[in-house]
């Protein structure tokens, strides 16, 4: 099977966009202190802007990122994917702000709900790549430095 044209810069920002509205599940990956990587698949909601994401506080994705700062995210199949490399800010279950608790409530769940504590995360995309097969490898940055290429 041959792969389909390349898409455009513009056509995989749109594809890209669309992932992250309609999309719910996240490849999300962290390093402790030790450099030790650990993978997990979390949900997620995106605003326009950020992801916003939420895990046990006692988790290792939720203390790796609380203590980088930062984060690598994966959307879509291998041979649809999107990488987002990203900044973190935290939020504790007492520290999240309401809108954006009752966002991700409405799209996901409520993580402010049961015995568990749990922490927000809110990841700002710092740089993003989107490709589907070899002929998208080329062009396939569509944010560096926090700003949209296309």
Do not use: C
């Not at 810069?9 to 992250?20: G, P």
């Amino acid at each position: 099977m041959l792969p389909e044209p390349p898409r455009t810069a513009q056509q995989r920002k749109r594809d890209t966009l669309a992932r992250f509205d309609h999309d719910l599940d996240a490849w999300v990956a962290s390093a402790d202190r030790s450099g030790n990587p650990y993978l997990v698949p979390l949900s997620f909601l995106w605003d326009g802007t950020a992801f916003t994401m939420a895990t046990a506080e006692s988790r290792p994705t939720a203390r790796n990122l609380r203590a980088s700062g930062q984060v690598r995210m994966s959307v879509g199949s291998t041979r649809d994917v999107v990488l987002i490399d990203g900044v973190v800010e935290t939020f504790s279950s007492e520290t999240v702000p309401g809108e954006l608790a009752d966002a991700f409530a409405a799209k996901l769940w409520d993580a402010r709900i049961g015995p568990t504590p749990y922490a927000y995360f809110r990841v700002t995309p710092r740089r993003i790549q989107a490709w589907r097969e070899e002929n998208e490898i080329a062009g396939r940055e569509l944010m560096r430095d926090g700003r949209w290429l296309v």
